[in-house]
């Protein structure tokens, strides 16, 4: 695929490596374009191409385009980066106080909604936002990470999940896009347990 990138930082990092060594082509870019070429520079030897553009250009031609930078800059991102229609967009941000877990958002609201209107006409899927980037360099345990997903268009989800399995997840869809800000508490649910020092697998009951 030709995955368009915004952001920089470490689950830019590692999805971008991991979609880089499968092939995929990628354009990066950040708030700072110093540090989006310094991340394409780090992925010259992957089978798939990475370039650094400017963040207006990030979403020209590709198929999905990663959200993944701070919760309270990505839709004045999305919004410069005039994603066209039809474009699947993987909101992967995370508005939640540290160490708390509560959402910083309106009641009602999910930051895939917003980034949704920042990005008219787009396919947003919400996923890749229960994990941290180091989850993806460990060796398997023998269980695949479940990549939890919520998005109205089939498309959009058909190629998310493509990319969740290029990363050794198994793609999960939970419902659509009424669906997101659940899934956005439930980050915030892992995400306190984790900061306090507590398995929050240990808190799911086992299949």
Do not use: C
């Amino acid at each position: 695929m030709r995955i368009g990138i915004i952001g920089t930082g470490n689950m830019a990092q590692t999805l971008g490596a991991a979609w880089a060594r499968a092939g995929h082509d990628l354009a990066i870019a950040g708030r700072s374009p110093e540090k989006a070429r310094a991340l394409a520079d780090t992925l010259a030897d992957a089978p798939g191409a990475a370039v650094a553009v400017p963040v207006e250009e990030v979403a020209v031609g590709r198929d999905v385009v990663l959200v993944v930078v701070p919760w309270d800059a990505a839709e004045a991102m999305v919004a410069q980066a005039r994603i066209p229609a039809g474009t699947a967009v993987i909101d992967a941000t995370n508005a939640v106080a540290h160490g708390i877990g509560t959402l910083l958002i309106e009641p009602g609201e999910s930051m895939a909604g917003r980034i949704a209107q920042a990005a008219p006409g787009a396919h947003v899927v919400k996923a890749f936002h229960t994990f941290p980037s180091y989850q993806w360099t460990q060796p398997p345990t023998g269980r695949a990470p479940i990549v939890v997903m919520s998005g109205d268009d089939p498309g959009a989800l058909k190629a998310v999940g493509e990319l969740a399995r290029d990363l050794g997840g198994d793609p999960v869809v939970l419902g659509g896009s009424d669906r997101a800000r659940q899934l956005e508490e439930v980050a915030g649910f892992i995400i306190e347990l984790a900061v306090n020092g507590h398995d929050p697998s240990a808190a799911v009951p086992a299949a």
